[in-house]
């Protein structure tokens, strides 16, 4: 695909911390209300075949209700970006402010058309991390269901709350009155620490149910629309490449309700895995 460069300011490190702040885009009630009134553009990659563009068309048809809606391909974006009938959900690269080594992550962007003089001028109002840009689609495509959930929740809910910024979000999403313990938490067993990877050690640091399982058992969870059932969204970096983010969502298979969404730098002691702080983080 040729990806279309969008810088996005998601997270904001805390100086000489290895904590992070992190912060979800959200647009100002105008640009909501603007969104709300347009055809939705789904952008599509620029390839014959490719599991993402069945799998967003897929999830799309199910799930998408907001708006009208089409899909397009990349040159048809950039022919009809300045257009003010249309906003777009988008494939993007995004990378840190303060980052200079440059990492670019694939998100997916919802945003406007309009007047805007580059693609970087366009207004976000959401957008959601896939994975580190050049990873196999296959690490997140069959989670695309619940990320068309979230864009369209997170929309409602920037319309339905206009006082809530980027940085209270997602205390908003984190306290909302659905709790993860009252769901099931799926977990592959391939993005657990070993400190926990035992169902023993799992359940003395996690009160509520859960599941070790593996992949297709969470894609059939996801495709099925499970009502009471989480699952762990993992960005990590592939072995060897010097990266050292990770990332991690814990979501809702049937609203995409937001539960956990924190960060930590890789190293020895801390793995690009759901880690034992993990657990009783988000239980608080």
């Known amino acids: 695909m040729k990806y279309l460069y969008l810088l996005v300011i998601i997270f904001v490190f805390i100086a000489n911390s290895l904590n992070a702040q992190i912060n979800i885009p959200v647009g100002t009630s105008d640009e909501v209300n603007m969104f709300l009134k347009r055809t939705t553009c789904f952008v599509l990659k620029d390839e014959l075949i490719s599991d993402y563009n069945d799998k967003i068309e897929e999830s799309v048809e199910k799930f998408w209700t907001i708006t009208p809606y089409k899909f397009i391909g990349t040159a048809d974006f950039h022919k009809m970006r300045s257009d003010k009938s249309y906003a777009f959900i988008v494939l993007n690269q995004v990378y840190f402010e303060k980052d200079k080594t440059n990492t ?104 509520g149910n859960f599941e070790i399982t593996d992949i297709e058992a969470i894609k059939s969870i996801i495709d099925n629309n499970e009502p009471d ?38 190293n020895k002691k801390k793995p690009a895995l759901l880690l034992k702080s993990d657990l009783k983080n988000m239980q608080k």
């Open 104 to 207: 670019k992550f694939d998100f997916l962007i919802a945003t406007l058309g309009g007047n805007y003089k580059t693609i970087n001028d366009m207004p976000t109002l959401c957008a959601i991390p896939l994975c580190y840009h050049g990873n196999d689609e296959e690490n997140y495509v069959y989670k695309l269901p619940v990320v068309i959930k979230f864009v369209q929740n997170h929309i409602k809910v920037c319309k339905e709350n206009p006082e809530l910024d980027e940085k209270s979000i997602v205390e908003f999403y984190t306290n909302q009155s659905e709790n993860i313990l009252d769901k099931t938490l799926y977990i592959n067993k391939n993005e657990i620490d070993s400190e926990i990877k035992s169902k023993s050690s799992f359940s003395a640091n996690y009160s």
């Open 229 to 266: 059932a989480a699952i762990l969204h993992l960005i990590k970096p592939q072995p060897g490449n010097g990266l050292d983010r990770c990332f991690k969502l814990v979501v809702g298979t049937e609203n995409a309700q937001l539960f956990y969404y924190d960060m930590h730098s890789v």
